[in-house]
């Protein structure tokens, strides 16, 4: 390869085109990245909901979820499999192995789909269809409550769907979801005491009311040539004409509006109930199509709001519960003011310590690197969000060592008397590969992360690719650009002297000699520095993923398993108006039973249950939150003291509800309880355990009639027709439809209030006798009643049965609680077939770890071979590899120095830094060697070498140390900054004493006379 130092200066004014249109192109291309609050991720998460109406837990377990598992687990791509049966509901959640990315999971779907349509046979009679949900990871990014004081749940989703009709035409929109809609229902309300009186049997009401408005074909006729088809009337021209039906009894014919009251409302009880500000509301959720701007939708939808004002109903109001595309906006903005901080600050430090000129010419070509890096995102379409972001600060520091190589090193031959051109060339020419091997290295540092399988790989993949694209721009400027610059603008000094006779120069070389003269004492007193640190990481507390500066948080709440929904919206509305009241809150809204739309990434969605319901409540200032927190959970702990209540804060990383938790698994469920009982023991006796609970919950109340079958078989009365008729009683039969429009709006037969709410009537409930044509007591045809106890949830994991026992730390850090914990739980004594598990933020925490270790042992060896490939030497890899461990003096230094605990944004910064200081040790052996080659005597050219390299690569570490700054704040990255600044701080200054003595002793330099 030619020099590029003389192809730049021989192609002037070729390289000074190409540079002005890199900042144009730069300039340009940041304006048109996308920008995203969170990377694109796929959640590989399936959910497959199989109804079976009427059946107990056990039984959905047994006949529907074990059948689905089977044929779920049958598939190559199954990571794990999760259940929960509960009362007519199978819910089985299907988890794909990480390694699959986002366009391979369609083709899985289809298959998952085929798996479960192939097993619909085995199915009992009464269960499925089984729906497979494969959208359940879409994030809704931009989330409306739409409230209306005065109008109708039927009124609000009317106007509901309008909208959704428009906001499909915006820009960058994927898809419209609408929640916490209210079915409509036609009630058809009659005693059966009068249709006893009529001798009119219900069935024959059924039959009236489902054959009268179904579509069905009548045929075609010929006429004149023309085949015309033929549709009879009769069909409900509205609600009222269903009053006018008449029914067939055996007094004559009767019309229904005589026997029965008709009305038109709502499914009771309701699925799920949503609020906005104490007022009811439906939410109205907006997802990004893939690759799509967040802040251009974001920009469409409120351009789209803006226009059909007009159109909008008086009193309805349509209030943002989420809108991410604000939130990307003020974190980007953040984002670009540190690393314009973190960008003067380098040039300062440039300026400060290598003189303005130099100082300002290293700083254009940061900044050039930064505009070019920019112009490779959007070609390679990278977004702007925070991974990527916060790459580019982490990335700042590093970007600049290659510059100050080259512009160091043509200063020092400037200062000695050489020409500009020559002094560039012969730098160039001599730290050219060198420095391509030194960034190389430190690109396979953050390889690891990049090609980590699994979702971290993919959640973290840009931060591999705007280092890599970074480092690799810096490079070819630094061998190209800053040799030119050098040239044209490097100040020439009017005498020669010496450059390293200077007094930092000359302290360095004397405590330099000092160490190489008791290497030993020195290689000991280095080794005791890092078992002290060693052992003090054990003091480091540990923890994942660091909680979000989001101004929101979540209150969960649970009242007692098998709460009527009803009453669990109630105490929610009530807490609601509570929080709404507190200083700082400006909106709250209620979700109740079940989880509402993923308007973030990390939301934990909870699965349908009455007795559940969460509020989302936002606050003008983010320090206020974890004062509402404690006022509010010691308010619902006075005044609710039956109900479950936790808050929690939006999370970064995962979603966890619960940080510290153990799993029991086998297949007897009494056993497992017990093991849940002695669990729970371990962990009350721990005073900082809160939110304590199984994921089993509480056993409920079954209320039994004892059904007879000699006494039926004389009254003629089956099994299904007591079923039917307890079902009439209290929750309604749906006998037919009535189409409204697109609408179709279920006929449902009840009797009145008076007699469905009283269970102490149920021996009086009239079942229908095939047998007699008449209507006989309960009482007659069972044994009384009997109120046991039942399991609501029974949970799954991998086909076995299993019981969480789940908390929370009431203070600290979780892995702080678990270790706690851990001896008690651990000698919690298993019998054969059982297996405990430990859950929360711990396995996490070991599932985002293990990708990593998979990948960087490959990516270490890689970076071994380059160096070797380098000085073609074993010796001195060895030399320069022995010098990573030294940084962790460093990084637990400055973790207990600031209180951060050490967790995942810590271990990639650890990666990063690795890759660092193998670059540094790069440079000062390249350096070493070519003086050697130079002719001169060993010791010399180590100290010399040393002396040569100390502005460079403590100028490197200083820009990157003072770069990483403006992220200490940030808790996303606090702890990666922390380590990084920590372990180069230390790493740097030992690197600069520790490779020339370790060179030293491998080739065994003795001191000089």
């Not at 021989?10 to 192109?25: L, P, Y």
């Not at 015309?228 to 029914?247: K, N």
């Amino acid at each position: 390869m030619s020099n590029p130092a003389s192809f730049a200066l021989r192609k002037r004014t070729f390289m000074a085109v190409i540079t002005v249109m890199i900042v144009a192109a730069g300039i340009i291309a940041y304006g048109k990245l996308g920008r995203l609050e969170d990377p694109t991720f796929t959640i590989k998460t399936a959910l497959v909901v199989t109804p079976y109406p009427g059946a107990s837990p056990s039984e959905v377990e047994e006949e529907v979820t074990d059948v689905v598992e089977e044929a779920v687990q049958s598939m190559g791509q199954v990571k794990e499999v999760r259940s929960t049966s509960q009362e007519g509901l199978s819910l089985v959640y299907v988890d794909m192995q990480d390694d699959y990315r986002s366009h391979e999971l369609p083709q899985i779907w289809d298959e998952l789909r085929k798996k479960v349509s192939d097993v619909r046979g085995q199915l009992p009679p009464g269960a499925g269809p089984s729906i497979v949900n494969d959208d359940f990871g879409d994030v809704y990014g931009v989330f409306f409550a739409l409230t209306g004081k005065g109008y109708t749940m039927k009124q609000l989703e009317d106007y509901a769907k309008d909208l959704k009709k428009e906001l499909l035409l915006c820009d960058d929109v994927a898809k419209v979801s609408i929640w916490g809609t209210r079915e409509e229902r036609i009630y058809v309300e009659f005693k059966r005491s009068r249709l006893a009186e009529l001798g009119i049997p219900p069935a024959s009401i059924y039959a009236t009311l489902s054959g009268q408005n179904l579509v069905e074909t009548a045929g075609n006729v010929e006429m004149d040539g023309e085949y015309v088809r033929i549709s009879p009337t009769g069909a409900f021209p509205d609600e009222s004409a269903i009053g006018d039906l008449l029914i067939g009894g055996m007094k004559g014919l009767v019309r229904l509006g005589d026997v029965a009251t008709v009305t038109r409302g709502y499914q009771d009880p309701p699925e799920r109930i949503m609020e906005f500000d104490g007022k009811p509301a439906i939410g109205i959720g907006i997802s990004t199509v893939s690759g799509g701007n967040v802040i251009t939708m974001g920009n469409s939808i409120r351009e789209t709001l803006a226009e059909i004002e007009s159109n909008r109903p008086l009193g309805m109001e349509l209030s943002p519960v989420y809108y991410q595309s604000d939130i990307v906006t003020e974190s980007v903005s953040v984002f670009i003011t540190n690393l314009a901080e973190a960008v003067g600050i380098v040039i300062a430090v440039l300026m400060v310590f290598m003189g303005w000129q130099s100082g300002l010419l290293i700083g254009f070509i940061l900044l050039l690197t930064i505009l070019a890096t920019f112009l490779g995102m959007f070609l390679l379409d990278i977004d702007l969000q925070k991974i990527s972001l916060g790459a580019l600060i982490l990335a700042l520091g590093m970007l600049v060592d290659n510059a100050i190589v080259v512009a160091d090193g043509i200063l020092v031959k400037v200062e000695k008397g050489e020409t500009r051109e020559q002094a560039a060339v012969d730098v160039v020419r001599d730290t050219q590969w060198p420095l391509l091997g030194a960034t190389f290295v430190a690109i396979l540092a953050f390889t690891a992360i990049g090609f980590a399988p699994g979702n971290i790989g993919e959640f973290c993949h840009s931060l591999f690719e705007v280092m890599a694209l970074s480092l690799s721009i810096s490079w070819i400027l630094a061998v190209t650009v800053t040799p030119l610059l050098c040239v044209w603008f490097l100040k020439i000094p009017k005498e020669t002297t010496d450059p390293y006779d200077r007094p930092l120069y000359r302290f360095y070389r004397r405590a330099l000699q000092s160490c190489l003269a008791h290497r030993w004492i020195t290689i000991g007193a280095v080794l005791a520095m890092l078992i002290v640190a060693l052992i003090g990481f054990g003091a480091v507390p540990q923890t994942f993923f660091p909680d979000s500066t989001q101004k929101r948080f979540y209150v969960n709440y649970w009242k007692p398993q098998g709460s009527h929904i009803d009453e669990t919206y109630r105490d929610t509305s009530s807490i609601g108006d509570f929080v709404s009241e507190l200083e700082g809150v400006e909106s709250v809204a209620s979700f109740v039973g079940e989880g509402t739309l993923r308007f973030v990434l990390s939301y934990n969605y909870e699965s349908p249950n009455g007795s559940y319901g969460q509020l989302l409540v936002q606050v003008d200032d983010v320090s206020r939150i974890d004062g509402l927190i404690d006022h509010i959970e010691e308010h619902i702990y006075e005044n609710y003291p039956d109900a479950e209540s936790h808050c929690t804060k939006l999370p970064n990383g995962p979603g966890l509800e619960y940080k510290v938790g153990v799993r029991f698994r086998g297949p007897d469920v009494e056993v497992l309880k017990e093991l849940a009982d002695r669990a729970l023991e371990v962990m009350r006796e721990n005073p900082n355990v809160a939110d304590l609970r199984t994921d089993w919950r509480q056993p409920v109340h079954v209320l039994r009639p004892i059904f007879s079958e000699s006494k039926a078989r004389q009254a003629g009365v089956s099994r299904n027709n007591l079923h039917q008729a307890l079902q009439w009683t209290y929750g309604g039969s749906r006998v037919g439809i009535y189409r409204e429009g697109d609408d179709l709006i279920p006929i449902v037969s009840r009797p009145p209030e008076e007699e469905r709410t009283s269970v102490g009537s149920l021996g009086d409930v009239q079942v229908w006798s095939d047998g007699a044509m008449a209507f006989v007591p309960l009482s007659k045809v069972a044994d009384g009643e009997e109120l046991i106890w039942e399991d609501p949830l029974i949970k799954r994991h991998d086909r076995q049965r299993a019981i969480s026992v789940e908390c929370n730390p009431a203070i600290g850090l979780a892995e702080t609680l678990r270790r706690q914990v851990l001896p008690g739980i651990e000698a919690i004594e298993l019998p054969p077939g059982y297996s405990m598990e430990w859950i929360g933020e711990y396995e996490d925490s070991l599932e985002a770890q293990e990708p990593l270790q998979k990948t960087f042992p490959i990516c270490l060896v890689a970076m071994f071979v380059t160096v070797v490939w380098l000085f073609n030497s074993l010796k001195r890899p060895i030399v320069i590899f022995l010098t990573v461990p030294l940084s962790i003096i460093g990084v637990v230094g400055g973790m207990l120095l600031f209180g951060v605990p050490f967790g995942f944004m810590s271990i990639l910064g650890f990666l990063g830094l690795s890759g660092m200081l193998i670059k540094n040790a790069i440079v000062l052996i390249d350096e070493l060697d070519l003086q050697l080659k130079g002719g001169k005597e060993p010791y010399h050219a180590v100290v010399d070498s040393a002396v040569s390299r100390l502005r460079p690569v403590a100028m490197a570490a200083a820009t990157t140390i003072l770069g990483m700054a403006p992220l200490l704040f940030d808790p996303m990255y606090s702890g990666m900054s922390i380590t990084i600044m920590g372990g180069l701080f230390v790493g740097t200054f030992l690197t600069l004493i520790v490779v020339p003595v370790l060179y030293s002793v491998f080739h065994g330099v003795k001191e000089s006379s």
